[in-house]
C-alpha cells in the first residue's frame, strides 16, 4: 500500500493560537478553567485539555462567579461577552481573528442598514457568534433551496457573507443562486472561507484523483473536516472521517493500494501519525508527502497573555 500524505493539513493559524491560549491560561490561572463550548471541534483535543483541568460549559451560567473563562476560535455573540461580563468572569477571547473578520462584516453591514445573507450551517458555534452581532438584520440560508425562499425588504441594500470553514464549491453555488436572484446583492472584498479550509479543500481535489480510499482525520462536528471527506465522496471515493486510527477497518482497505490521507483544521499531527502508523503495521505502507500549497499564517495570542507567554518561553 501507498499513502499519499497531504500538505497543507491538520492544523490552522487560528487552532494552534487557540491551543495554545488554553495551555497557557491553565499555566497561569491554574485549574479549573471554564471554556465556553469546544475549544476547537476535535474529541481528542477537547479530551486532553479535561485531563488536564479545562471545563468545558455550554452555558454562562454553568460557570461559577469569579472564575476564569476562556472563549473558543469558533467566537461568540456580544450576548454572550455581557452574560460573562455580568457574572463577573475573568473571560480571555480566543476567537481566530478570520472569524472575528466575520463579525465586524455583519456590524458593518448591520449598521449601514443592510439585510445580511449568511451562507452557513444552522447551529454551528461560529454561525449562532455571527448571527449574534445583528439578528434583527441576518437570516441565515444553508443551501440554494433557501435562496428560493428568502424574503427581504429592500433588494438595494443587501449583502453576503459566508461562514468560514464551508466548502468552497456549496458556497459559491449558494452565491450564485442569490446573485441571480439580487443582482445588486454586495459582498467584502475578500471571501470569508478561510485560508486553512481553501487550502486544505483544495489538496484533496488535487490529491485524490489517483488514490483508491481517502482517509480524513477529524471529529464528526468539525465542519472543515466533514467538507474534506464530502468533497473526496463527491469525486467518487471511499471516503472516511475518523478521529484516530480506533476508528477505522480493515475492510475499509481490501481493494485499496494507494490511500489518501489527511486532516481537517482542529485534528492533531499526532492522531495522523498514529494512523500512518496502523497502515503501516497492517499493510506494510510507504508514505509520500505532497505539497500543495505552503503555509506561513501566524495569529497573535489575546494580549492578557502574551506578557506571560513571553515570560514562559525565557524559562
Ligand atoms: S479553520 Fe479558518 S477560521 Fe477556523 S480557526 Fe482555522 S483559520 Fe480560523
Redesign the pocket.
Known amino acids: 500500500m501507498k499513502i499519499i500524505l497531504a500538505a497543507p493539513r491538520g492544523f490552522?493559524?487560528?487552532?494552534n493560537m487557540?491551543i495554545d491560549s488554553l495551555d497557557l491560561t491553565l499555566q497561569k490561572f491554574g485549574p479549573p478553567v471554564y471554556v465556553y463550548h469546544e475549544i476547537?471541534h476535535n474529541q481528542y483535543v477537547v479530551n486532553t485539555f479535561r485531563d488536564k483541568g479545562a471545563v468545558f460549559v455550554n452555558e454562562i451560567d454553568e460557570v461559577p462567579e469569579g472564575s476564569v473563562l476562556l472563549f473558543s476560535?469558533?467566537g461568540v455573540s456580544p450576548q454572550v461577552r455581557e452574560a460573562a461580563k455580568a457574572r463577573s468572569l475573568n473571560a480571555l477571547d480566543a476567537t481566530?481573528p478570520?472569524?472575528t473578520k466575520v463579525h465586524l462584516e455583519a456590524i458593518k453591514y448591520a449598521k449601514a442598514g443592510y439585510t445580511i445573507i449568511l451562507i452557513g450551517h444552522d447551529g454551528h458555534d461560529e454561525v449562532i457568534g455571527t448571527m449574534g452581532e445583528a439578528p434583527e438584520a441576518i437570516l441565515l440560508v444553508e443551501d440554494e433551496a433557501d435562496v428560493a425562499e428568502l424574503q427581504v425588504k429592500d433588494e438595494s441594500k443587501l449583502a453576503y457573507l459566508t461562514q468560514?470553514?464551508l466548502s468552497v464549491d456549496d458556497a459559491n453555488r449558494v452565491i450564485n443562486k442569490l446573485r441571480e436572484r439580487f443582482p445588486h446583492i454586495e459582498s467584502p472584498p475578500k471571501g470569508d472561507i478561510?485560508?486553512?479550509?481553501q487550502n486544505r479543500q483544495e489538496a484533496v481535489r488535487v490529491l485524490s484523483d489517483d488514490v483508491d480510499v481517502v482517509v480524513v482525520l477529524g471529529s464528526q462536528n468539525s465542519s472543515?473536516s466533514q467538507r474534506l471527506r464530502e468533497l473526496a465522496a463527491e469525486g467518487g471515493k471511499q471516503a472516511y472521517l475518523i478521529d484516530g486510527p480506533d476508528d477505522l477497518d480493515l475492510d475499509y482497505f481490501t481493494a485499496a493500494s494507494t490511500v489518501l490521507i489527511t486532516a481537517g483544521?482542529s485534528a492533531p499531527e499526532s492522531v495522523v501519525q498514529a494512523t500512518i502508523d496502523w497502515l503501516i503495521k497492517h499493510f506494510d505502507a510507504t508514505v509520500e508527502v505532497k505539497q500543495i500549497r505552503e503555509e506561513s499564517?501566524h495569529f497573535p495570542l489575546p494580549k492578557p497573555l502574551r506578557a506571560f507567554a513571553a515570560e514562559v518561553q525565557a524559562q
Do not use: D, I, K, S
Not at 490552522?12 to 487552532?15: K, L, R
Not at 478561510?194 to 479550509?197: F, I, K, L, P, Q
Open positions: 490552522c493559524a487560528g487552532v487557540a476547537v476560535a469558533h481566530c478570520l472569524v468560514t470553514t478561510c485560508y486553512a479550509t472543515n483544521a499564517v
